[in-house]
């Protein structure tokens, strides 16, 4: 059974730092991984997506990589700016067909002006 | 990307009603559209999953009379909250899959139930 797991669970920076959130999964066996922003009473908006046969992706101050073998993502976030302050979750797909994706508990993160 | 939408937005109905929300998939087909539900500061938990055409499969623990999911179409999929309770308050949040290619999951902006 897939379980995927994020840390930090609270994570609460300085405006211009630079982040690092963690995802785990224990199942390897994976088509892709996507990672989601969630604002307070909002929709999921989603971010970033790696397929199972890349390595990471960039999408402006964002890069998510993914590294299968060890069952890990990392979602790096350069010059954070208060605006980027959400809950960021983490989700798998295993497969193509009617396979559910399996969601982290996510990362609250605060970016202090 | 992709949009999905969920109608209404936010819905305030009193206990022993029935409430209807509605998610469409815009600008794609979505064969298969998932249905979460999510209390404050928790993560999202899958109710079901709705399959065009076909019967909802349901989590455990999810009372399938009691959250009617209807997919007749391929942008279309509504959950119904039949006879709400005050505990039946929640976000509901839907989601579609994209299969052209990324099999990429977008989400609708969510539904506001509040029980009174």
């Known amino acids: 059974k897939q379980e995927v797991t994020q840390i930090p669970a609270a994570l609460s920076v300085p405006e211009g730092e630079n982040l690092v959130l963690n995802c785990s999964f224990t199942?390897?066996?994976?088509?892709?991984l996507q990672w989601f922003r969630q604002d307070p009473g909002k929709g999921l908006t989603s971010l970033l997506l790696?397929?199972?046969?890349?390595r990471e992706q960039t999408s402006g101050r964002l890069n998510a990589s993914l590294d299968k073998s060890s069952g890990r993502s990392t979602l790096y976030i350069a010059a954070s700016q208060p605006g980027d302050s959400a809950t960021y979750l983490c989700?798998?797909?295993?497969?193509?067909?009617?396979?559910?994706?399996?969601f982290g508990p996510g990362t609250s993160l605060s970016v202090i002006p | 990307g992709a949009v999905v939408s969920q109608h209404p937005s936010w819905v305030i109905c009193k206990s022993g009603t029935s409430v209807k929300i509605e998610c469409r998939s815009l600008?794609?087909?979505?064969?298969?559209m998932f249905w979460y539900r999510q209390f404050p500061k928790q993560s999202l938990m899958l109710m079901a999953t709705?399959?065009?055409?076909?019967?909802?499969?349901?989590e455990q623990g999810v009372e399938k009379d009691k959250f009617l999911i209807n997919h007749a179409s391929l942008t279309l999929s509504t959950l119904t909250v039949t006879s709400a309770h005050p505990e039946d308050s929640s976000f509901y949040i839907c989601?579609?899959?994209?299969?052209?290619?990324?099999?990429?999951?977008?989400f609708g902006p969510g539904t506001r139930l509040t029980v009174t």
């Open positions: 199942d390897s066996a994976i088509y892709n």
């Open positions: 709705s399959n065009e055409g076909s019967k909802a499969t349901y």
């Open positions: 600008d794609f087909q979505a064969t298969t």
């Open positions: 989700a798998v797909l295993r497969g193509t067909s009617y396979d559910k994706v399996i």
């Open positions: 790696i397929q199972s046969s890349q």
């Open positions: 989601s579609a899959r994209d299969y052209r290619g990324s099999y990429e999951q977008y």
